[in-house]
Protein backbone atom coordinates (compact mmCIF):
# COMPACT_ATOMS: atom_id res chain seq x y z
CA UNK A 1 0.00 0.00 0.00
CA UNK A 2 1.30 3.28 -1.36
CA UNK A 3 1.69 6.02 2.02
CA UNK A 4 2.67 9.78 1.12
CA UNK A 5 3.59 11.42 4.52
CA UNK A 6 3.79 15.15 4.26
CA UNK A 7 5.32 17.44 7.13
CA UNK A 8 6.55 20.96 7.74
CA UNK A 9 4.18 23.18 6.91
CA UNK A 10 3.24 26.26 9.43
CA UNK A 11 2.47 29.62 9.99
CA UNK A 12 4.94 32.34 7.96
CA UNK A 13 5.04 35.83 7.54
CA UNK A 14 5.28 37.30 4.16
CA UNK A 15 8.88 37.07 3.16
CA UNK A 16 9.86 33.93 4.98
CA UNK A 17 10.61 30.46 3.95
CA UNK A 18 9.05 27.51 5.07
CA UNK A 19 10.34 23.61 4.13
CA UNK A 20 8.09 20.68 2.87
CA UNK A 21 8.99 17.08 3.46
CA UNK A 22 7.34 14.09 1.92
CA UNK A 23 7.96 10.43 2.21
CA UNK A 24 6.73 7.76 0.30
CA UNK A 25 6.37 4.44 1.15
CA UNK A 26 4.61 0.88 -0.26
CA UNK A 27 6.41 0.44 -3.14
CA UNK A 28 9.33 0.35 -5.95
CA UNK A 29 9.32 4.72 -7.15
CA UNK A 30 12.34 4.43 -9.38
CA UNK A 31 10.21 5.41 -12.77
CA UNK A 32 7.54 7.49 -10.62
CA UNK A 33 7.36 10.94 -10.36
CA UNK A 34 7.03 13.12 -7.07
CA UNK A 35 4.79 15.95 -7.53
CA UNK A 36 3.15 18.92 -5.08
CA UNK A 37 0.02 20.25 -5.65
CA UNK A 38 -1.93 23.36 -3.27
CA UNK A 39 -5.59 24.20 -2.57
CA UNK A 40 -6.70 27.18 -1.45
CA UNK A 41 -10.35 27.60 -0.05
CA UNK A 42 -12.53 27.59 -2.75
CA UNK A 43 -10.42 27.10 -5.53
CA UNK A 44 -9.24 24.37 -7.26
CA UNK A 45 -6.19 21.99 -6.92
CA UNK A 46 -3.19 24.23 -8.58
CA UNK A 47 0.02 22.58 -10.28
CA UNK A 48 3.36 23.75 -7.88
CA UNK A 49 6.55 21.54 -9.06
CA UNK A 50 7.36 18.06 -9.64
CA UNK A 51 10.60 15.92 -10.15
CA UNK A 52 11.34 12.70 -11.09
CA UNK A 53 12.41 10.31 -8.63
CA UNK A 54 16.08 10.11 -10.14
CA UNK A 55 16.43 13.87 -9.80
CA UNK A 56 17.29 14.47 -13.12
CA UNK A 57 14.01 16.81 -13.91
CA UNK A 58 12.03 19.54 -12.50
CA UNK A 59 9.09 21.17 -13.42
CA UNK A 60 7.45 24.26 -11.47
CA UNK A 61 4.26 26.30 -11.64
CA UNK A 62 3.81 29.50 -13.15
CA UNK A 63 3.20 31.28 -9.81
CA UNK A 64 5.90 29.69 -8.20
CA UNK A 65 8.62 29.93 -10.32
CA UNK A 66 12.05 31.31 -8.81
CA UNK A 67 10.61 31.22 -5.53
CA UNK A 68 10.21 27.53 -4.92
CA UNK A 69 12.41 24.65 -5.36
CA UNK A 70 11.57 20.90 -5.07
CA UNK A 71 14.55 18.24 -4.72
CA UNK A 72 14.39 14.18 -3.89
CA UNK A 73 16.72 12.75 -1.68
CA UNK A 74 16.09 8.84 -3.58
CA UNK A 75 18.00 7.22 -0.88
CA UNK A 76 15.31 7.90 1.45
CA UNK A 77 12.17 8.26 -0.53
CA UNK A 78 12.03 11.40 0.37
CA UNK A 79 10.98 15.13 -1.45
CA UNK A 80 11.18 18.51 -0.36
CA UNK A 81 9.79 21.66 -1.43
CA UNK A 82 11.64 24.69 -0.22
CA UNK A 83 9.58 27.47 0.16
CA UNK A 84 11.19 31.14 -0.17
CA UNK A 85 10.15 35.16 -0.67
CA UNK A 86 6.43 33.64 0.63
CA UNK A 87 3.50 35.73 -0.06
CA UNK A 88 0.08 35.24 1.56
CA UNK A 89 -1.21 34.55 -2.24
CA UNK A 90 0.29 31.49 -1.23
CA UNK A 91 -1.47 30.25 1.95
CA UNK A 92 -3.17 27.01 0.83
CA UNK A 93 -3.33 23.17 2.37
CA UNK A 94 -0.13 21.77 0.14
CA UNK A 95 -0.39 18.09 -0.85
CA UNK A 96 2.47 15.73 -1.96
CA UNK A 97 1.73 13.15 -4.78
CA UNK A 98 3.25 10.55 -6.71
CA UNK A 99 2.28 9.49 -9.75
CA UNK A 100 4.31 8.23 -13.59
CA UNK A 101 5.65 11.54 -15.48
CA UNK A 102 2.79 11.75 -17.75
CA UNK A 103 0.08 12.20 -14.98
CA UNK A 104 2.24 14.25 -12.54
CA UNK A 105 0.36 17.71 -13.60
CA UNK A 106 -3.31 16.59 -14.19
CA UNK A 107 -4.42 16.11 -9.97
CA UNK A 108 -7.75 13.99 -11.84
CA UNK A 109 -5.56 11.56 -13.10
CA UNK A 110 -3.06 10.93 -10.28
CA UNK A 111 -3.17 8.02 -8.11
CA UNK A 112 -1.46 8.90 -4.98
CA UNK A 113 -1.66 11.54 -2.55
CA UNK A 114 -0.81 12.21 0.83
CA UNK A 115 -2.67 14.17 3.27
CA UNK A 116 -2.16 17.37 3.27
CA UNK A 117 -0.31 20.15 4.79
CA UNK A 118 -1.67 23.72 6.39
CA UNK A 119 0.48 26.36 5.09
CA UNK A 120 -0.10 30.02 6.06
CA UNK A 121 1.29 33.21 5.04
CA UNK A 122 0.33 36.26 7.06
CA UNK A 123 1.09 40.20 5.54
Known amino acids: QVQLVESGGGLVQAGGSLRLSCTAS????????MGWFRQAPGKGREFVAA????????FYGDSVRGRFTISMDNAKNTGYLQMNSLKPEDTAVYYC????????????????WGQGTQVTVSS
Open 97 to 112: AADQPHKITIASAIDY
Open 26 to 33: GRTFSDYT
Open 51 to 58: IRWSGSST
